[in-house]
């Protein structure tokens, strides 16, 4: 399979992918799928001052991602999603994956932190949710090197957290 990792980060194209993921997966590409970015020429003059000589880089919308999916042959590609609800996007249209890597989710207003580097709010768990449903594997994992840990029990326990908070007398 042409696509090696499917990665959710906000941060998208930084040193951890680059140094950590980019060389452990021997990927030959990287396509930042956000209609953001892609509408960004800032951003994708940004993303290609990150990215090794060698690697090439694609900043495509959501849609176009999904087109081009299936024409990856030779390459091994990185794809790189800044929330769950574009990852989704992706395999509703039509992208396949087995899994996708949850790796920097990072706390701001509105979330809540259920590991290290991952913090939700519900649209986030909606999204998340919307993958499991779909039979894909959620692994959240900064680094290669990191121990992988399955996401769906975490978004269980967040649940029943939030629904506790909501029972409790004020």
């Not at 696509?3 to 021997?26: A, F, N, P, Y």
């Not at 849609?63 to 024409?71: G, H, K, L, N, S």
């Not at 994956?97 to 768990?125: C, P, T």
């Not at 290669?144 to 909501?166: A, T, V």
């Amino acid at each position: 399979m042409p696509v090696v990792l499917l990665r959710i980060d906000g941060r998208l194209v930084h040193g951890q992918v680059v140094e950590g993921w980019l060389k452990s997966i021997r990927a030959t590409a990287i396509v930042v799928a956000s209609d953001a970015v892609a509408a960004d020429e800032t951003q994708k003059a940004l993303y290609r001052l990150a990215v090794p000589q060698g690697v090439k880089l694609s900043c495509l919308t959501v849609d176009e991602t999904v087109e081009a999916w299936t024409t990856w042959k030779k390459d091994r590609v990185l794809v790189l999603v800044s929330t769950p609800q574009d990852a989704l996007a992706l395999i509703q249209k039509g992208a396949r994956i087995d899994s996708v890597n949850v790796g920097g989710m990072h706390y701001r207003e509105g979330r809540v932190q259920i590991l290290k580097a991952v913090s939700v709010d519900d649209k986030d768990v909606a999204a998340l949710r919307g993958l499991l449903q779909e039979g894909v594997f959620l692994e959240a994992r900064p680094l290669p090197l990191d121990e992988p840990i399955e996401l769906k029990s975490y978004l269980e326990r967040w649940q029943q957290e939030r629904d506790g908070l909501r029972e409790q007398p004020k």
